[in-house]
């Protein structure tokens, strides 16, 4: 069965393991043993209280409990940008118009933004790709939702989640080739390497403080303008499912784009509900998969099954309440998975 829960300390070489896997522009799990060890901690701290705002972030392990192998992590980061400043590049129009000569043109521009800064963000989502099958990649991604939804005054009001950009089979960015190049005089997995191991003041120092027009650009970056790494489009689209949009604001090295919601306006945040565990010796199957968590902050457990549900009460398989770590009695939050369910 698999599983979702916090990281924890132990989980370390494992976490490094899949960060060989990622491949260029993944910017959020680089290969650095140090900032992971690093990352892990100030995700406990989190957890454990000891964090202000600015360092706040969670990590979520998919764990493969017939091996007990970590095979997959996704994370939040409560409010972004108020220790190092939160970039993106804005796509805007500039109108350009003479009544005399009878010209008016609207072109779109590029402008650095810090708009986000203070939003959550859904980050760090990446999975083993000998387990990219049987819904895990829509239980790694969900399962942050569902915990949203069961501990709301601890986020802004917004989020958002930055998509990987487009780059070919050897790590090429056409966007970078065609802006950020100019700028920084790096390789676009140097410069994304700095920037996932937190390096970021070569950004404010070197990135052009003006608007400039997308069609200053090579036909090839402009297609590229928000739209994502192949590899990246099934979390696209989870995330679109989810009720998260693309409204205009691209990463300044890939142009990928930032998808962003209202916490209250997601699905599963609106339409979760409360049912109360009941254990049977045989699985009760219902009508459609589930998504289901326990409401243990510190030892947050979150699941996909079929139970069966009524009004009240879940019914749970003893070995689907251990992986929750749940007894009968105790409150769990559930949703269908899928946004064309029924709800319940």
């Given at each position: ?53 600015a360092d ?89 939702l569902l ?183 105790e409150q ?13």
């Amino acid at each position: 069965m698999m599983f979702i829960r916090p990281i924890q300390k132990e989980d370390l070489a494992a976490l490094l393991q899949l960060a060989q896997k990622t491949g260029t522009g993944f910017t959020s799990l680089p290969h650095n043993e140090a900032h992971l060890e690093q990352r892990i901690d100030r995700m406990i701290a989190t957890w454990e209280g000891g964090n202000t705002l600015a360092d706040q972030g969670y990590l979520f392990a998919l764990v493969d409990s017939e091996t007990n192998t970590l095979v997959g992590v996704s994370g939040i980061e409560v409010a972004i940008g108020l220790n190092d400043p939160w970039y993106d590049f804005h796509v805007g129009t500039q109108v350009h118009a003479s009544k005399e000569l009878g010209i008016y043109r609207q072109m779109k521009k590029l402008s650095l933004s810090n708009d986000h800064t203070g939003n959550s963000e859904l980050c760090t989502l990446f999975l083993d790709p000998d387990y990219r099958k049987d819904k895990n990649g829509q239980l790694l991604s969900k399962c942050r939702l569902l915990f949203l939804a069961a501990f709301k005054d601890k986020f802004p009001k917004r989020i958002i989640a930055e998509m990987r950009g487009v780059s070919d089979e050897n790590g090429r960015s056409p966007f970078w080739e065609s802006l950020g190049r100019h700028f920084f005089t790096l390789d676009f997995d140097q410069a994304d390497y700095l920037t996932g191991i937190g390096s970021k003041s070569f950004i404010a120092e070197l990135m052009p403080k003006h608007a400039f027009y997308v069609d200053f650009l090579t036909p090839s970056a402009q297609q590229v303008i928000a739209e994502v790494h192949p590899n990246t489009l099934p979390a696209r689209r989870i995330l679109e499912s989810e009720g998260m949009r693309y409204e205009g604001y691209v990463d300044i090295f890939d142009a990928g784009p930032t998808l962003e919601a209202y916490t209250d306006d997601l699905r599963i945040v609106k339409k979760s509900r409360m049912r109360q565990v009941t254990i049977v010796e045989s699985a009760l199957l219902g009508e459609q998969p589930l998504l289901i968590g326990n409401e243990k902050y510190q030892d947050f457990r979150a699941i996909i099954c079929n139970s069966q549900v009524d009004a009240a009460h879940i019914y749970l398989s003893q070995a689907e309440a251990d992986a929750l770590a749940v007894v009968s009695g105790e409150q769990l939050r559930v949703v269908p998975l899928f946004e064309k369910e029924s709800t319940l």
